[in-house]
């Protein structure tokens, strides 16, 4: 089985600019909708659409909790949810063309007792399970990542992470499976120097493999002694960035699960980030785009 594991949900409200965006005036929108918000949510809601059985655990809250919880039933999305004692945060996406304004809530505290509530549903993981920790994480007493990685890994699961700054470099130093940086967040750890080499240094530092998220650019897999690059395979209109580096996650994961060799995985995490930007945030994942992706994509 697969979890994926969101710290800090959210319901994220998406809407699209009728025209450029303008100070001290009204500005119309279109396409106006809620979505199930947090990384690891947006990686469930791509495993699931790619076939590959998982449940996501997170917590909830408050009348935003409840419609979350329901957006997920409706999406027949498996899922464990703590209840928490205040509102589900909401972030408010706002796109004008190939622009995404992003304003993310923080979240509020989260209580010891609540923390230990979700990462005890951890302790049923098995040797063949594989744990996904994706997203940011409210304010708590307990370091919720390493809390989390070393009761997966004690349980023998295989454990994947995707967070930024030290906590990635905490992530590293436990030996995860699997990271998934971007361009952005290796910069920010190491600066300006030779990005593979920077985010090389993840993988000296205990991690196995690095899935490097290049944008536009596709994606670079990495570990010790082998560096895959892999290129998005044809250019359509960008119609949403929001969850597309979780999509791209769910891609490897849901081609490792399965056996392939680790340039398919890589090639099909490239066509499943590129699909969920190529797909508005108010539909479905389209699994025929992604294999006309995964189909004309290619290694070097």
């Known amino acids: 089985m697969i979890y994926t594991v969101t710290f800090n949900p959210s319901l994220d ?19 106006p909708c809620f979505v199930p918000g947090g990384k690891g949510l947006n990686v469930s809601f791509a495993l699931s659409a790619l076939g590959a059985d998982n449940t996501a655990l997170c917590f909830s809250g408050g009348d935003t909790g409840k419609m979350l919880e329901n957006m997920l039933s409706s999406r027949g999305q498996k899922y464990e949810c703590v209840s928490v004692p205040f509102p589900t945060r909401v972030n408010v996406k ?28 951890l302790e049923k993981l098995a040797d063949n399970d594989t744990v996904i920790f994706s997203g940011s994480t409210p304010t708590c007493a307990l370091d919720l990542y390493r809390e989390g990685i070393t009761r997966a890994k004690k349980s023998g699961a295989c454990v994947i992470a995707d967070t930024s700054g030290e906590k990635l470099l905490d992530c590293a130093s436990l030996g995860a499976f699997l990271l998934k940086p971007n361009e952005h967040e290796i910069r920010e750890l190491f600066g300006q120097g030779d990005l593979i ?20 650019n596709g994606a670079v897999l990495l570990s010790d002694n082998v560096e895959y690059k892999c290129g998005i395979p044809f ?20 081609a490792y699960k399965n056996g392939y060799s680790l340039p398919d995985c890589l090639r099909s995490a490239v066509s499943a980030g590129s699909c969920k930007a190529y797909t508005a945030p108010e539909k479905p994942f389209d699994v025929k785009l992604f294999e006309k992706l995964f189909e004309r994509s290619e290694v070097l």
């Open 94 to 121: 706002v796109s004008e063309g190939e622009k995404m304004y992003e304003l993310n809530a923080s979240g509020d505290e989260v209580s010891e007792k609540h923390a230990l509530a979700l990462l005890s549903r």
């Open 235 to 254: 250019k359509m209109p960008v119609l949403n960035t929001v969850g597309a580096g979780d999509s791209m996650l769910a891609g490897f994961v849901y």
């Open 13 to 31: 409200y998406h809407m699209a600019l009728s025209a450029p965006l303008s100070e001290n005036v009204p500005n119309r929108v279109k396409s």
């Open 197 to 216: 080499r920077s985010a090389k240094k993840l993988c000296s530092l205990g991690a196995e493999h690095v899935l490097l998220s290049l944008g536009e």
